[in-house]
């Protein structure tokens, strides 16, 4: 069983930054590709970056150039760093592990 908890998110202006983390528990995180996903209301959920075990990440054409997403295996923890925030950005960011185990969310806003 994976536990995973997300921190890191909050109300921030447009063309603002955040950075989320998302800390997980067991042994085998290095070996395991993690990923955030995000769902604003009234829309499904999205993939929007995913990093493997061997550090290779992609990323939803509408947040490439803007998020990084990134691991430390030291410390079982995953990040993702969002820079020029924009409204649309405003969602409810899960963090999961082999898109089988998931976080409980943190809020995301970005408004005025």
């Known amino acids: 069983q994976v536990q995973l908890v997300e921190s890191g998110g909050g109300l921030v202006q447009p063309g603002g930054s955040l950075r989320l983390s998302c800390a997980a528990s067991?042994?085998?995180?290095?070996?395991?590709?993690m990923g955030w996903y995000r769902q604003a209301p009234g829309k499904e959920r999205e993939l929007v970056a995913r990093i493997s075990s061997g550090g290779s990440t992609n990323y939803v054409d509408s947040v490439k150039g803007r998020f990084t997403i990134s691991r430390d295996n030291a410390k079982n923890t995953v990040y993702l760093q969002m820079n020029s925030l924009k409204p649309e950005d405003t969602a409810v960011y899960y963090c999961t592990a082999a898109a089988t185990y998931w976080g409980q969310g943190t809020q995301v806003t970005v408004s005025s």
């Open positions: 067991g042994r085998s995180f290095r070996y395991t590709s």
